[in-house]
């Protein structure tokens, strides 16, 4: 089992095209988009921590359809835009505002927002957050896990560590 990371998919927001400068032709291209970068990078038996905004103005059974066809054991950190037709889905193995974990021995904070501190930042834990569409300059250790800032996918910690696959 592979940890994933990501945030800000938007699925179904026509302005993410335009305020994100996202190059797909359509909002329903954009979400297949997403969803087959989602598929090609996570596999069944994996976990990926979603950090916000999963969804904006969408149906309950829009969510529900585009979590079913999402790999993986999904967890959902809420943002600014997860309303209950997001939050209230039985496909979410979890819901909450803030989440810490320790991955590959890395203490790390997860939470939508950045934080201008953390739990543990002077001892080496990492804060991963969404929110920002990789516009923020982040601090030592804080990573922007949203898919405008890795090629619309998931990505791991290695990869955040190294810097690989970033936009």
């Known amino acids: 089992m592979t940890v994933f990371f990501t945030s800000d998919t938007h699925f179904g927001h026509g302005g993410a095209l335009g305020l994100y400068h996202r190059p797909f032709a359509s909002v329903a291209l954009m979400n297949e988009a997403l969803v087959a970068h989602w598929n090609e990078t996570v596999g069944a038996a994996d976990e990926i921590w979603h950090l916000g905004d999963f969804a904006i103005r969408q149906s309950a059974a829009v969510v529900a359809d585009l979590l079913a066809r999402l790999h993986g054991q999904k967890h959902?950190?809420?943002?600014?835009?997860?309303?209950e037709a997001?939050?209230?889905?039985?496909a979410w193995?979890?819901?909450?505002?803030?989440?810490?974990?320790?991955?590959?021995?890395?203490?790390?904070?997860?939470?939508?927002?950045?934080?201008?501190?953390?739990?543990?930042?002077n001892k080496g834990s990492l804060d991963l957050h969404g929110?920002?569409?990789?516009?923020?300059?982040?601090?030592?250790?804080?990573f922007d896990v949203g898919v405008d800032t890795w090629d619309f996918?998931?990505?791991?910690?290695?990869?955040?560590?190294?810097?690989r696959s970033r936009r």
């Not at 803030?98 to 590959?104: F, G, I, K, L, Q």
């Not at 929110?131 to 923020?136: D, F, I, P």
């Open 76 to 83: 959902l950190v809420t943002g600014n835009n997860d309303v």
């Open 86 to 90: 997001t939050t209230g889905q039985l």
């Open 93 to 121: 193995a979890s819901v909450q505002p803030y989440a810490e974990m320790t991955v590959d021995g890395v203490f790390l904070v997860l939470c939508h927002y950045p934080f201008r501190s953390w739990r543990q930042m």
């Open 131 to 142: 929110h920002c569409h990789g516009r923020l300059k982040p601090q030592p250790r804080q």
């Open 153 to 163: 996918r998931p990505v791991t910690l290695p990869q955040i560590l190294t810097g």
